[in-house]
């Protein structure tokens, strides 16, 4: 996780200054495929451990550099716009339930080869087919005048409506930290099967699956970006204020789905934002910053997490909730866009 957050900016940034986003997702995506298979031959835990440091450097900028790209190909003022970017992250979604799933039927009990075979082509296709992903209109010189990527970045925390996005998202997204470390283990202890928990687990990644392909796009321009945000904040505070409280199955099933909402959605209107404040040429530099700052926030909360799991048990779940109060009114005077203008 510090080697993730550790290189993504940096990579980011690299990629701005290069002009060429492409070149540095098909880089990292073979980077990433070499050490994967070079795990193959790890016999130690040096090894194990250095090969593994390497492919989450790799790994780290992949998602940010694809959401610049896709962006960019789904702006609005584009002639001919092809696709909405919830359709994107929506397959990547999918793609990862069916991954789980295929990698579920082939694996072994003793053998896990299946898992860095099928890691390996999946990760070297990603990088050839980088060559047919559509190009991002930057300069020739994308930094004139001297501008270097420290330049760059300060120009992009000058932008007042950019700091509040990464704020909302931190709070909103580091909010998850309590359920994703213990929601499992509180469930279990209430008496709850795993079967049952696999699909209350399940439903979540559905219902992100069904906001980023249809209903979050119409939600989104409907709503407008602060619209969505806000509705992602206040999402947060139900669910988590109703989970410290609740292991009830019905209950949780019915709160499950909100993770469209608090996760999927508010994605969407941070991209919408991204696309309206950021330039192309610093749009690596901005996705980079985008998940440096939730993933910060979520190793933080985490760690936090666990000190408050075990002095508090479920009412641990109350300060997440807090976090999305302290977001709402962030999102809702921060996050503006065409659509909320024209409003």
């Not at 451990?49 to 584009?78: G, H, M, R, Y």
Request: hydrophobic residues 60%.
């Amino acid at each position: 996780m510090l080697v993730r957050l550790a290189v993504g900016p940096v990579v980011g940034m690299l990629a701005d200054l290069l002009g060429s986003l492409r070149l540095l997702l098909a880089t990292c995506a073979a980077l990433a495929a070499a050490t994967a298979a070079a795990f193959l031959l790890a016999n130690t835990f040096s090894l194990l451990f250095l090969i593994a440091l390497v492919q989450a450097a790799a790994l780290a900028p992949t998602t940010s550099i694809a959401d610049a790209l896709s962006v960019n190909a789904a702006k609005p003022e584009i002639a001919g716009k092809p696709f909405e970017y919830g359709w994107i992250r929506g397959s990547g979604s999918a793609a990862f339930v069916l991954g789980t799933l295929t990698i579920g039927q082939i694996i072994g009990q003793d053998d896990l080869t299946p898992i860095i075979w099928m890691n390996v082509a999946l990760l070297a296709v990603a990088a050839g087919v980088t060559a047919l992903l559509p190009r991002v209109n930057i300069q020739p010189k994308p930094y004139e005048g001297g501008l270097t990527a420290l330049a760059a970045l300060h120009g992009l925390l000058k932008i007042s409506q950019f700091r509040i996005l990464i704020l909302v998202s931190a709070l909103v997204y580091g909010s998850h930290a309590m359920h994703d470390a213990f929601a499992v283990i509180r469930w279990s202890a209430a008496g709850i099967d795993t079967p049952i928990i696999s699909v209350l687990w399940s439903e979540a990644v559905a219902a992100e699956v069904i906001v980023f392909f249809l209903i979050g796009p119409s939600l989104l321009d409907r709503l407008g970006a602060r619209g969505a945000a806000a509705l992602a904040a206040a999402a947060g505070i139900i669910r988590w204020s109703i989970e410290g409280v609740s292991t009830s199955v019905l209950v949780l099933s019915i709160l499950q789905p909100l993770h469209g909402l608090t996760f999927a959605l508010l994605h969407l209107a941070c991209m919408r934002m991204m696309a309206t404040l950021v330039p192309a040429r610093t749009a690596g530099t901005a996705q980079a910053l985008y998940a440096f700052g939730s993933g910060l926030a979520t190793a933080v909360l985490t760690l936090l997490s666990g000190i408050l799991f075990a002095r508090l048990g479920a009412a641990a779940f109350f300060p997440m909730a807090l976090l999305c109060g302290v977001a709402l009114p962030f999102a809702w005077f921060g996050f503006r866009d065409r659509s909320d203008e024209a409003v």
